[in-house]
């Protein structure tokens, strides 16, 4: 892995002149990435032919790109690493793939450090980088595919931290009036899986990502799962009694290439299914029927069903309709069978025939509605 760029010249100076340039030279590419192949840009493998693709590789890329692209009154789509998308066989929009890259230290301190990152980084990336600096919070989100501008989007998480435990701000352009904005945190509206990115779906373009960690490399949450014992095990081969930040990375790391198919080999696009959330009573009468069901209490009144135990519970496991079928490991994750080279790669038609199978076994033998988790893009970019 390649460490991420210090620099930290970002773009947003660019002078009058050089944008003009810009413009100029993003005409010509609009040209050349008309009838975009969008299959290799979405790790669930999907064919999916969009009207243009355009690369921003600077931030001031980004005014002249969107002003052109109004004026041609097509749609607008931002498609970062397309790990959390079923995009349709053919999308009438301009695909903007945000790739401006870099990290800046904005302050330091003896326990604490703020950076922005710019949006077109490799999230895994970028964590792995931070805790080799002995800069720690992230850890914990190591492993989850995507680009930084993605993260607040659905405020991602895993293993007790989200990203809004760390993040401080987003910078981020707003397509419909082609103006900036600066959030703070608690501008982000943040909530479980949610933002108010997620919430104004399509109006967006998050240009930077701000995170404030810390230097302490014994402040570790390792109470979830295997972590703690994973964890102990790796300081434990190196004579060390506490766990540091470090080993809970690798402990997840491993717990999750165990668990979690990766894409590169099996297209996926991670759990398929929000975990259910249902009132007491119904948790009660099911759990009296099925006493291993998991559920976790969600307040005084709702109990969090795990999604994979109710599929894996109804025969599901490894099925589905071919080629996307539940994975045989962790069967949250629909996965594509069809080959890289097939002559007819899997659609947006076959993941709904699956989806709608699980859906509606569950339904029947549990009475409970399972939602979708990635987005939905339907031909006009909506989602
Ligand atoms: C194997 C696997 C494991 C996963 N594990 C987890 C997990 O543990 N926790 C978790 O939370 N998620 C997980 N995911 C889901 C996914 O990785 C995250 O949601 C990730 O943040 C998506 O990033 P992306 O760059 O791929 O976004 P994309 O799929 O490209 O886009 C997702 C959505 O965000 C929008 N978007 C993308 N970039 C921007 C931007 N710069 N500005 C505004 N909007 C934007 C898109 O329009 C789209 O609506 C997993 C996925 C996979 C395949």
Known sequence: MSP????HSTQANDSTAAATTRAESF??????????????YNTM??????????????????????????????????????????LPEALHASV???????????????????????????WHELVVYTVNQGWYGL????????????????????????????????????????TWHNFDKADCQF???????????????????GFKLHKDALKVNANYGDVSSLALAKAQAEKRSAISAKDVMQAIIEIRQSKLPDPKQLPNCGSFFKNPIIDNGQFTTLSAKYPNIVGYPVGNEHTKVAAGWLIDNAGLKGKGIAPILTHKKQALVLVNHSTADSSTPASQHDILATQQLIQQTIQDQFGVALEREPVWVNNEARH
């Open 4 to 7: 991420l760029p210090q620099t």
């Open 27 to 40: 005409i010509l590419s609009t040209l050349t990435t008309v009838a975009a192949d969008l299959i290799e």
């Open 45 to 86: 493998h999907l064919a999916c032919q969009a009207d243009r693709l355009i690369t921003l590789t600077q931030e001031s890329d980004i005014e002249p790109a969107v002003a052109e692209l109004d004026k041609l009154g097509a749609p607008v789509f931002v498609l970062s690493g397309g790990s959390n998308v079923i």
């Open 96 to 122: 903007l793939h945000p790739a401006y890259k870099g990290i800046e230290v904005l302050a330091e301190d003896a326990n604490s450090i703020t950076l922005e990152v710019m949006g077109g980084e490799n």
């Open 139 to 178: 850890e914990n989100l190591a492993l989850i595919p995507g680009l930084v501008g993605a993260s607040p989007v659905q405020n991602i998480g895993a293993y007790g931290v989200q990203l809004e435990d760390y993040m401080t701000h987003v910078k981020a352009f707003h397509l419909p009036t082609q």
């Open 191 to 209: 909530s479980y899986r949610d933002s108010i990115f997620k919430q104004q779906a399509g109006q967006w373009l998050i240009t930077r990502v």
